[in-house]
Protein backbone atom coordinates (compact mmCIF):
# COMPACT_ATOMS: atom_id res chain seq x y z
CA UNK A 1 0.00 0.00 0.00
CA UNK A 2 1.52 3.43 -0.52
CA UNK A 3 0.17 4.53 3.10
CA UNK A 4 1.98 2.89 5.85
CA UNK A 5 1.48 3.66 9.52
CA UNK A 6 4.63 3.13 11.76
CA UNK A 7 6.02 4.76 15.25
CA UNK A 8 7.01 8.26 13.60
CA UNK A 9 3.62 8.41 12.26
CA UNK A 10 2.05 8.54 8.97
CA UNK A 11 4.87 7.28 6.02
CA UNK A 12 4.43 7.14 2.52
CA UNK A 13 7.32 5.22 1.39
CA UNK A 14 7.64 5.60 -1.93
CA UNK A 15 7.98 9.28 -1.38
CA UNK A 16 10.13 9.47 1.57
CA UNK A 17 7.64 11.88 3.61
CA UNK A 18 5.35 11.40 6.38
CA UNK A 19 2.49 13.00 6.83
CA UNK A 20 1.89 14.88 10.62
CA UNK A 21 4.71 12.95 12.27
CA UNK A 22 4.87 12.51 15.99
CA UNK A 23 8.65 12.24 16.11
CA UNK A 24 11.94 13.80 14.01
CA UNK A 25 11.81 12.60 10.70
CA UNK A 26 13.80 13.55 7.41
CA UNK A 27 10.38 15.45 5.75
CA UNK A 28 7.05 16.28 7.02
CA UNK A 29 3.59 17.22 5.42
CA UNK A 30 1.91 19.61 7.56
CA UNK A 31 -1.55 19.53 7.13
CA UNK A 32 -2.00 22.47 9.78
CA UNK A 33 0.01 24.10 13.02
CA UNK A 34 -1.74 22.94 15.98
CA UNK A 35 1.25 21.44 18.22
CA UNK A 36 -0.60 17.62 17.71
CA UNK A 37 -0.12 18.23 14.26
CA UNK A 38 3.11 20.38 13.78
CA UNK A 39 6.16 19.40 15.84
CA UNK A 40 9.92 20.45 16.28
CA UNK A 41 12.54 18.52 15.08
CA UNK A 42 12.05 17.40 11.28
CA UNK A 43 14.57 18.59 8.67
CA UNK A 44 12.12 19.60 6.05
CA UNK A 45 8.21 20.62 6.18
CA UNK A 46 5.88 21.07 3.27
CA UNK A 47 2.62 22.88 4.70
CA UNK A 48 0.03 25.06 3.04
CA UNK A 49 1.10 29.19 2.48
CA UNK A 50 -1.40 30.14 4.62
CA UNK A 51 0.73 28.05 7.40
CA UNK A 52 3.94 29.51 6.80
CA UNK A 53 4.24 32.61 9.06
CA UNK A 54 2.57 30.55 12.28
CA UNK A 55 4.09 27.23 11.96
CA UNK A 56 7.69 29.66 11.84
CA UNK A 57 6.17 31.55 14.85
CA UNK A 58 5.82 28.32 16.90
CA UNK A 59 8.75 25.85 15.39
CA UNK A 60 11.63 28.29 14.43
CA UNK A 61 13.62 28.91 11.49
CA UNK A 62 12.71 25.47 9.80
CA UNK A 63 13.11 24.54 6.67
CA UNK A 64 9.92 25.43 5.01
CA UNK A 65 8.01 24.73 1.47
CA UNK A 66 4.23 25.73 1.24
CA UNK A 67 1.79 25.15 -1.66
CA UNK A 68 -1.32 26.60 -2.05
CA UNK A 69 -4.64 24.43 -2.53
CA UNK A 70 -4.85 22.43 -5.76
CA UNK A 71 -0.90 23.23 -6.67
CA UNK A 72 0.65 19.15 -7.46
CA UNK A 73 3.95 18.88 -6.73
CA UNK A 74 5.93 15.15 -7.50
CA UNK A 75 7.88 13.24 -5.31
CA UNK A 76 8.95 10.14 -7.35
CA UNK A 77 6.71 9.09 -8.93
CA UNK A 78 3.50 10.16 -6.20
CA UNK A 79 1.47 13.72 -7.00
CA UNK A 80 1.04 15.10 -3.67
CA UNK A 81 -1.85 18.00 -3.60
CA UNK A 82 -3.05 19.92 -1.10
CA UNK A 83 -7.25 20.67 -0.36
CA UNK A 84 -9.34 22.86 1.60
CA UNK A 85 -9.75 21.10 5.52
CA UNK A 86 -12.16 24.08 6.96
CA UNK A 87 -10.33 23.36 10.43
CA UNK A 88 -8.33 26.59 10.86
CA UNK A 89 -6.94 28.79 8.66
CA UNK A 90 -3.90 27.45 6.79
CA UNK A 91 -5.54 23.64 7.60
CA UNK A 92 -5.21 20.93 4.68
CA UNK A 93 -5.90 17.73 3.24
CA UNK A 94 -2.92 15.75 1.86
CA UNK A 95 -3.83 13.99 -1.38
CA UNK A 96 -1.94 11.37 -2.35
CA UNK A 97 -1.76 9.48 -5.73
CA UNK A 98 0.21 6.97 -7.35
CA UNK A 99 -0.10 4.54 -9.98
CA UNK A 100 -3.84 5.11 -9.74
CA UNK A 101 -3.76 4.51 -5.92
CA UNK A 102 -5.56 7.68 -4.17
CA UNK A 103 -5.06 7.92 -0.43
CA UNK A 104 -6.12 11.39 1.72
CA UNK A 105 -4.81 12.37 4.88
CA UNK A 106 -7.30 14.92 6.36
CA UNK A 107 -5.64 15.91 9.45
CA UNK A 108 -8.75 17.70 11.47
CA UNK A 109 -11.13 19.25 9.51
CA UNK A 110 -15.07 20.64 9.66
CA UNK A 111 -17.66 19.85 7.49
CA UNK A 112 -19.96 23.29 8.59
CA UNK A 113 -18.71 26.57 7.13
CA UNK A 114 -17.99 29.13 9.87
CA UNK A 115 -17.76 32.22 6.95
CA UNK A 116 -13.64 32.75 8.13
CA UNK A 117 -11.82 29.83 7.25
CA UNK A 118 -12.09 28.28 3.28
CA UNK A 119 -14.68 25.51 3.26
CA UNK A 120 -13.70 21.93 3.37
CA UNK A 121 -13.99 20.23 0.70
CA UNK A 122 -14.29 16.75 -0.23
CA UNK A 123 -11.77 14.65 -2.52
CA UNK A 124 -12.47 11.56 -4.08
CA UNK A 125 -10.28 8.59 -3.15
CA UNK A 126 -10.15 5.11 -2.27
CA UNK A 127 -8.31 5.30 0.94
CA UNK A 128 -9.18 7.99 3.57
CA UNK A 129 -7.89 8.85 6.81
CA UNK A 130 -10.30 10.60 9.45
CA UNK A 131 -10.70 12.37 12.84
CA UNK A 132 -13.21 11.61 15.26
CA UNK A 133 -12.88 13.79 17.63
CA UNK A 134 -16.72 14.41 18.10
CA UNK A 135 -17.25 10.71 16.50
CA UNK A 136 -20.45 9.81 18.53
CA UNK A 137 -24.14 11.02 17.76
CA UNK A 138 -24.59 13.19 20.80
CA UNK A 139 -22.53 15.74 18.74
CA UNK A 140 -24.60 17.62 16.39
CA UNK A 141 -23.24 21.13 16.40
CA UNK A 142 -25.29 24.55 15.22
CA UNK A 143 -24.25 26.66 12.74
CA UNK A 144 -22.06 29.54 12.83
CA UNK A 145 -24.76 31.93 12.42
CA UNK A 146 -26.44 30.56 15.39
CA UNK A 147 -23.39 30.21 17.60
CA UNK A 148 -22.81 33.68 16.95
CA UNK A 149 -25.79 35.35 17.93
CA UNK A 150 -26.07 33.34 21.28
CA UNK A 151 -22.61 34.57 21.90
CA UNK A 152 -22.82 38.49 20.80
CA UNK A 153 -26.33 38.57 22.75
CA UNK A 154 -24.16 36.80 26.33
CA UNK A 155 -21.77 39.73 25.80
CA UNK A 156 -24.31 42.65 25.49
CA UNK A 157 -26.18 41.49 28.07
CA UNK A 158 -23.00 41.45 30.61
CA UNK A 159 -22.16 44.88 29.72
CA UNK A 160 -25.81 46.18 30.52
CA UNK A 161 -25.21 44.50 33.84
CA UNK A 162 -21.98 45.25 34.57
CA UNK A 163 -20.02 42.68 33.73
CA UNK A 164 -16.66 41.99 31.92
CA UNK A 165 -16.85 38.88 29.48
CA UNK A 166 -14.27 36.90 29.66
CA UNK A 167 -13.76 34.23 26.89
CA UNK A 168 -12.01 31.18 26.68
CA UNK A 169 -10.83 29.67 23.66
CA UNK A 170 -7.87 28.08 21.89
CA UNK A 171 -5.15 30.61 20.39
CA UNK A 172 -4.88 29.54 16.97
CA UNK A 173 -8.15 29.20 15.06
CA UNK A 174 -10.70 29.34 17.83
CA UNK A 175 -9.91 32.79 18.94
CA UNK A 176 -9.75 34.27 15.52
CA UNK A 177 -12.82 32.78 14.74
CA UNK A 178 -14.57 34.51 18.30
CA UNK A 179 -13.19 38.09 17.28
CA UNK A 180 -14.51 37.71 13.93
CA UNK A 181 -18.00 36.63 15.13
CA UNK A 182 -18.69 39.63 17.97
CA UNK A 183 -20.56 42.74 16.62
CA UNK A 184 -19.75 45.34 19.39
CA UNK A 185 -18.17 48.61 20.67
CA UNK A 186 -16.83 47.35 24.07
CA UNK A 187 -13.20 47.44 24.03
CA UNK A 188 -11.36 43.76 23.92
CA UNK A 189 -8.56 42.93 25.70
CA UNK A 190 -6.09 39.51 24.40
CA UNK A 191 -4.17 37.12 26.07
CA UNK A 192 -0.43 37.90 25.11
CA UNK A 193 -0.80 34.13 23.15
CA UNK A 194 -3.85 35.29 21.43
CA UNK A 195 -2.27 38.66 20.80
CA UNK A 196 1.03 37.12 19.41
CA UNK A 197 -0.92 34.38 17.64
CA UNK A 198 -2.58 37.18 15.93
CA UNK A 199 0.36 38.75 14.50
CA UNK A 200 1.97 35.44 13.40
CA UNK A 201 -1.33 34.96 11.11
CA UNK A 202 -1.32 38.87 10.06
CA UNK A 203 -4.83 39.02 11.36
CA UNK A 204 -5.21 42.84 12.45
CA UNK A 205 -4.16 43.63 15.89
CA UNK A 206 -5.40 47.25 15.61
CA UNK A 207 -8.61 47.45 17.70
CA UNK A 208 -7.61 45.39 20.29
CA UNK A 209 -5.46 45.84 23.76
CA UNK A 210 -2.77 43.44 24.03
CA UNK A 211 -2.32 42.04 27.72
CA UNK A 212 0.86 43.47 29.69
CA UNK A 213 1.32 43.39 33.92
CA UNK A 214 0.38 47.26 33.99
CA UNK A 215 -3.11 46.06 33.16
CA UNK A 216 -5.90 48.87 34.10
CA UNK A 217 -9.31 47.67 34.75
CA UNK A 218 -10.55 50.96 33.67
CA UNK A 219 -9.55 49.98 30.24
CA UNK A 220 -12.31 47.66 30.40
CA UNK A 221 -15.38 48.91 32.38
CA UNK A 222 -16.83 46.90 30.98
CA UNK A 223 -15.84 44.88 28.01
CA UNK A 224 -14.57 41.76 26.87
CA UNK A 225 -11.32 39.35 27.79
CA UNK A 226 -10.06 36.86 25.42
CA UNK A 227 -7.96 34.28 26.98
CA UNK A 228 -6.80 30.53 26.57
CA UNK A 229 -7.46 27.54 28.52
CA UNK A 230 -4.39 28.01 30.46
CA UNK A 231 -5.82 30.74 32.85
CA UNK A 232 -8.99 28.81 34.24
CA UNK A 233 -8.76 28.88 37.99
CA UNK A 234 -5.82 31.52 37.88
CA UNK A 235 -5.05 34.43 40.05
CA UNK A 236 -4.65 36.00 36.30
CA UNK A 237 -8.76 35.94 36.37
CA UNK A 238 -9.21 37.95 39.52
CA UNK A 239 -8.11 41.64 37.13
CA UNK A 240 -11.10 41.42 35.50
CA UNK A 241 -13.70 40.98 38.34
CA UNK A 242 -16.72 41.00 38.28
CA UNK A 243 -16.98 39.22 35.01
CA UNK A 244 -18.86 36.35 33.53
CA UNK A 245 -17.57 33.46 31.60
CA UNK A 246 -18.14 31.78 28.60
CA UNK A 247 -15.46 28.55 27.11
CA UNK A 248 -16.78 28.42 23.15
CA UNK A 249 -15.64 24.68 22.49
CA UNK A 250 -17.44 21.31 20.72
CA UNK A 251 -17.46 19.58 24.18
CA UNK A 252 -20.01 22.59 25.82
CA UNK A 253 -22.67 20.71 24.09
CA UNK A 254 -22.76 18.12 26.99
CA UNK A 255 -24.10 19.52 30.13
CA UNK A 256 -21.53 17.80 32.44
CA UNK A 257 -18.10 19.68 30.47
CA UNK A 258 -20.02 22.95 31.37
CA UNK A 259 -20.35 22.10 34.84
CA UNK A 260 -16.45 20.80 35.03
CA UNK A 261 -15.62 23.67 33.20
CA UNK A 262 -17.29 26.60 36.40
CA UNK A 263 -18.18 28.56 33.11
CA UNK A 264 -21.39 30.64 33.47
CA UNK A 265 -22.29 29.91 29.63
CA UNK A 266 -20.72 27.06 27.02
CA UNK A 267 -20.65 27.76 23.92
CA UNK A 268 -21.00 25.19 21.18
CA UNK A 269 -17.80 26.49 19.02
CA UNK A 270 -15.95 23.80 17.40
CA UNK A 271 -13.05 23.79 14.66
CA UNK A 272 -14.21 20.03 14.31
CA UNK A 273 -16.57 18.16 12.38
CA UNK A 274 -19.79 16.92 14.30
CA UNK A 275 -21.38 13.05 13.62
CA UNK A 276 -23.40 14.34 10.83
CA UNK A 277 -20.19 16.20 9.62
CA UNK A 278 -17.83 13.35 9.99
CA UNK A 279 -20.65 11.01 8.10
CA UNK A 280 -21.16 13.34 5.59
CA UNK A 281 -17.45 13.37 4.87
CA UNK A 282 -16.93 9.96 4.69
CA UNK A 283 -19.56 9.00 1.92
CA UNK A 284 -18.59 12.34 0.06
CA UNK A 285 -15.11 10.48 -0.46
CA UNK A 286 -16.14 7.31 -2.05
CA UNK A 287 -13.80 6.12 -0.10
CA UNK A 288 -14.14 2.19 0.87
CA UNK A 289 -11.38 1.54 2.81
CA UNK A 290 -11.47 4.29 6.44
CA UNK A 291 -8.73 4.29 8.64
CA UNK A 292 -9.65 6.36 11.69
CA UNK A 293 -6.73 8.20 13.63
CA UNK A 294 -8.26 9.54 16.66
CA UNK A 295 -11.28 10.69 19.26
CA UNK A 296 -14.08 8.21 19.39
CA UNK A 297 -12.60 5.76 16.91
CA UNK A 298 -13.76 2.82 18.03
CA UNK A 299 -17.24 4.11 18.33
CA UNK A 300 -16.86 5.53 14.45
CA UNK A 301 -15.01 2.65 12.82
CA UNK A 302 -17.39 0.36 14.11
CA UNK A 303 -20.44 2.35 12.76
CA UNK A 304 -18.85 2.75 9.19
CA UNK A 305 -18.22 -1.11 9.20
CA UNK A 306 -21.58 -1.80 10.82
CA UNK A 307 -24.03 0.82 9.29
CA UNK A 308 -21.92 2.13 5.80
CA UNK A 309 -20.27 -1.66 5.42
CA UNK A 310 -17.14 0.38 4.84
CA UNK A 311 -13.92 -1.77 5.51
CA UNK A 312 -12.90 0.70 8.67
CA UNK A 313 -10.47 0.33 11.36
CA UNK A 314 -8.68 2.21 13.70
CA UNK A 315 -5.41 3.51 13.99
CA UNK A 316 -2.73 4.72 16.44
CA UNK A 317 -1.33 7.85 16.97
CA UNK A 318 -0.73 10.46 18.77
CA UNK A 319 -2.99 13.01 18.01
CA UNK A 320 -5.52 14.82 20.22
CA UNK A 321 -8.09 16.71 18.71
CA UNK A 322 -9.60 19.54 20.65
CA UNK A 323 -9.98 20.39 24.47
CA UNK A 324 -9.61 23.26 26.59
CA UNK A 325 -7.58 21.24 28.79
CA UNK A 326 -4.67 20.87 26.00
CA UNK A 327 -4.24 24.79 25.88
CA UNK A 328 -1.26 24.36 27.75
CA UNK A 329 -0.22 22.58 24.38
CA UNK A 330 -1.52 25.15 22.36
CA UNK A 331 0.88 28.17 22.60
CA UNK A 332 4.16 29.09 21.04
CA UNK A 333 7.00 26.85 22.15
CA UNK A 334 9.31 29.98 22.63
CA UNK A 335 6.89 31.77 24.64
CA UNK A 336 5.65 32.07 28.28
CA UNK A 337 2.21 33.02 28.30
CA UNK A 338 1.30 35.92 30.52
Not at 30 to 48: F, P, Q
Not at 276 to 283: I, M, R
Amino acid sequence: MLIQFTNKGIYCKQAGIYIDPWKPVDRAVITHAHSDHARLGSKEYLAHTQSENILKYRLGNISLQTLDYYQPIHINGVKISLYPAGHIIGSAQVRLEYKGEIWVVSGDYKVKTDNYTVPFEPVKCQHFITESTFGLPVYNFPEAEVVNKSLNNWVHQNAEEGFNSVIIGYALGKAQRILEALETDLPILLHTTIYNTNEALGFDNSPYIKFTQDFKRELLNPGIVLATGTVLGSPWMKRFEPYKLAVCSGWMQLRGARRRSNADIGIVMSDHADWQGLNEAVTATGAENIYVTHGYKTNFSKWLREEKKLNAQEVETLFEGDGIENESKETNPKETPS
